[in-house]
């Protein structure tokens, strides 16, 4: 399993990928691996670190910490993880109504994304409701 939900870390087989396409959406950006880094967790290196790691060790890349870099980026964790085509433009069109609804949440602000949520969460019951 290349996620170790028990250390909340992904390996390093899966950083190449994930760190590939950190820095197509860099390049993309203007913008460096640093100043990302810095925005998303506060250090500056963070993605330096993820690169640096040796391939027996964890790259200490955490699910709060990819969601951070991806949000800075303004792309969806789903696609940062390696999912889907690598070019962003075609993942985001390869379901137009999903990828347009991806792109406007990530334009929100924090306020906006929980007040999203709550809307959605009346529409859609919960994984607890649904089980019942």
């Known amino acids: 399993m290349p996620y170790d939900d028990a250390k909340r870390y992904f390996h390093r087989m899966d950083m190449a990928k994930i760190l590939k396409r950190i820095d197509a959406r860099i390049a993309e950006l203007r913008t460096s691996r640093s100043a990302v880094s810095k925005k998303a967790t506060g250090s500056t290196d963070t993605i330096r670190n993820w690169e640096r790691r040796s391939d027996d060790q964890a790259a200490g890349a955490t699910i709060p910490k990819l969601q951070s870099v991806a949000d800075q980026l ?6 940062l993880l390696g999912n ?15 990828a347009e609804l991806i ?3 990530h334009r929100m602000t924090v306020e906006q994304r929980k007040q999203f949520r709550q809307i959605v969460s009346v529409l859609a019951p919960s994984r607890d409701e649904e089980q019942s």
Request: glycine share 12%; aromatic share 12%.
């Open 74 to 79: 303004g792309v969806p964790l789903d696609w």
């Open 84 to 98: 889907g085509a690598d070019d962003l433009e075609e993942y985001l069109g390869s379901n137009d109504d999903l």
């Open 103 to 105: 792109a406007l949440y």
